[in-house]
Nanobody
Framework: QVQLVESGGGLVQAGGSLRLSCAASGDTFSDYAVGWFRQSPGKEREFVAVISRTGGTTSYADSVTGRFTLSRDNPRKTVYLQMNSLKPEDTAVYFC??????????????????WGQGTQVTVSS
């Protein structure tokens, strides 16, 4: 298995930027696609972005396309989510997750086997 720890969350004003990190330990990191999800109070955990094992392919939710960028550094066993032009509706707990392959079609939580504990992102208006 792989253990995941998110970091980089915090409070930012609308229009600002944050970079979240997902640091992995345990199994070979490059064996896993890594996704990001977010969850706000009273809502279902929703897909944000996913990156393939090598980082060659990414996919983003419509709500973040053009604003968020995923990258990964496999030797450092870390995935980064660069979030720009943040909006108040981006406020949520952000989770990273590892799964066996790059999902096709709609990306859902069951595509992933291992999850971090989440990091809070708050965007003020």
């Amino acid at each position: 298995q792989v253990q995941l720890v998110e970091s980089g969350g915090g409070l930012v004003q609308a229009g600002g930027s944050l970079r979240l990190s997902c640091a992995a330990s345990g199994d070979t990191f490059s064996d896993y696609a890594v996704g990001w999800f977010r969850q706000s109070p009273g809502k279902e955990r929703e897909f944000v972005a996913v990156i393939s094992r090598t980082g060659g392919t990414t996919s983003y939710a419509d709500s973040v396309t053009g604003r968020f960028t995923l990258s990964r550094d496999n030797p450092r066993k870390t995935v980064y989510l660069q979030m720009n032009s943040l909006k108040p509706e981006d406020t949520a707990v952000y989770f990273c997750a590892a799964g066996p392959g790059f999902p096709l079609g709609r990306v859902v939580t069951t595509d992933f086997d291992f999850w971090g504990q989440g990091t809070q992102v708050t965007v003020s208006s």
